[in-house]
């Protein structure tokens, strides 16, 4: 089982809301990935964890705040966006950060910012 | 910066024609991966290659690693309307963490 699920699909939000992005994996993968990615554009990583551990932040804006409560979760906590922030957000998962490169896509979340 | 650039970035064909999507980079990768995406869904892994040369073949799609491993090409034969999506190659380092994605190539299958 290749398995990443995402919740929600789509979200609505407005600029002074906070709400939560979750991604699960059962695959014991060890490391897990939060992806931005625009229309007609490939995905940006935006965070790495490895190990449950925060490994790489690549200069997001701290209004978007990663949590791993465990190995198979990964949440995406959102805190007065802007309309520019509307995007797919994609969580991916791979056996470990650096031995392998497959990493495995969650479906995406589809935020709006309104 | 690794850039990974793909051509073409768009193509639209009939179905059951065949085609070539490139990716191409001055760096050397360990590994070079291939996604389909579709519209509002996330990448799937079609296949991953580590070996200068290699080829891997899945049903109709053929994936082939430059010997140099700088580059890739995916080879479609009879295209079908399903094989329609976003392909992305993302290309990988031992020791690193990130993936480095190509542009894109944006397929449409004409029925």
């Known amino acids: 089982d290749t398995e990443v699920t995402q919740t929600p699909k789509h979200l609505v939000m407005g600029m002074t809301n906070k709400k939560s992005l979750k991604c699960e994996q059962h695959m014991g993968h060890r490391a897990m990935y939060w992806y931005k990615q625009k229309a007609k554009k490939p995905p940006e990583l935006m965070f790495v964890?490895?190990?449950?551990?925060?490994?790489i932040n690549e200069s997001v804006p701290s209004r978007f705040s990663p949590e791993c409560p465990n190995s198979s979760l990964l949440n995406l906590n959102l805190h007065a966006l802007q309309p520019e922030d509307s995007a797919l957000y994609l969580c991916a998962s791979s056996q470990d950060s650096v031995g392998s490169y497959e990493q495995y896509f969650g479906p995406g979340t589809r935020l709006t910012v309104t | 910066t690794q850039l990974l650039e793909q051509s073409p970035q768009f193509l639209s064909i009939q179905e059951g024609e065949n085609l070539t999507v490139y990716c191409n980079s001055s760096s050397v990768f360990s590994s070079l991966q291939w996604y389909r995406q579709e519209p509002g869904e996330g990448p799937v892994l079609l296949v991953t290659v580590v070996t200068g040369g290699e080829v891997k073949k899945l049903k109709r799609l053929t994936f082939q690693f430059g010997d140099a491993r700088k580059d890739s090409s995916l080879h479609i034969t009879a295209a079908q309307t399903g094989d329609t999506g976003l392909y992305l190659c993302?290309?990988?380092?031992?020791?690193?963490?990130?993936?480095?994605f190509g542009t894109g190539t944006r397929l449409t299958i004409i029925p």
């Open positions: 993302a290309g990988g380092y031992f020791g690193n963490e990130k993936l480095t």
């Open positions: 964890y490895s190990y449950e551990k925060l490994s």
